[in-house]
């Protein structure tokens, strides 16, 4: 069946450093790759996605790579801040329906 | 995300007693949906909706029931029958067409013993 794949399932960085979390999906289909950041007790937050006809889309720190060949898409956080600390969520989508991975739990350490 | 509300933001019931979370969006979106979260896990569909007065089910619907009667509204019951319903629940809504974008209310956080 459809799943997402998620890794790592948490991730210590030093503030300064980048992080870089990887996602790999099933569906040939999938065409929508959100990536949300779900800070203790909230709700997710839409923090960038990306569409199949793009490789790679930036917005400030935060980036994403897709590779539609091996169906893996990444994020990649630079100049990482405390603030980035979180459960971050990959998801693919061919239709209205999400496949979420598993998360990852980032610490960015002062 | 402003405009999705869930309430209440915590509720308690007994075992054996249906409960009913709310979610209202004022977006004007078409799509709306159920997700569950449990502790440490990812979001795991319970139910969607395209269009009002239709709806299918996600990956755990069983011990669930929705109703979509209003474009603005889609209250969950979570039914005697769900064996494990403590878990954050969370609504989401988004467009319709070429975009898939969901946004996500606060959640419920429901407790049942």
């Known amino acids: 069946g459809e799943n997402v794949e998620q890794h790592p399932s948490t991730l210590s960085v030093q503030e300064g450093d980048s992080a870089v979390i990887k996602c790999t999906y099933s569906?040939?289909?999938?065409?929508?790759f959100p990536w949300y950041k779900q800070e203790l007790g909230k709700r997710p937050q839409l923090i960038i996605d990306?569409?199949?006809?793009?490789g790679e889309k930036k917005d400030q720190r935060i980036a994403v790579t897709l590779n539609k060949t091996a169906k893996h898409f990444s994020l990649h956080i630079t100049e990482t801040q405390p603030e980035d600390s979180a459960v971050y969520f990959c998801?693919?989508?061919?239709?209205?329906?999400?496949?979420f991975g598993t998360g990852t739990r980032l610490k960015v350490l002062a | 995300d402003g405009g999705i509300t869930q309430s209440p933001k915590y509720l308690f019931r007994k075992e054996g007693q249906n409960v009913t979370l709310s979610c209202e969006q004022n977006?004007?979106?078409?799509?709306m949906y159920w997700y569950r979260q449990d502790p440490g896990q990812g979001l795991r569909l319970i139910y969607y909706?395209?269009?009002?007065?239709?709806?299918q089910k996600g990956d755990i619907a069983e011990g669930y029931s929705v109703s979509r009667e209003k474009k603005e509204s889609f209250p969950l019951t979570v039914t005697s029958a769900q064996k494990n319903p403590t878990a954050f629940y969370l609504c989401?809504?988004?467009?319709?067409?070429?975009?898939?974008?969901?946004?996500f209310g606060p959640g419920t956080r429901l407790t049942v013993t």
């Open positions: 989401a809504s988004g467009p319709v067409g070429s975009s898939y974008e969901q946004y």
């Open positions: 569906d040939s289909a999938s065409n929508y």
């Open positions: 990306i569409r199949s006809n793009v």
């Open positions: 998801a693919e989508s061919g239709t209205y329906k999400y496949i």
């Open positions: 977006l004007n979106h078409d799509a």
């Open positions: 909706s395209q269009i009002v007065n239709d709806f």
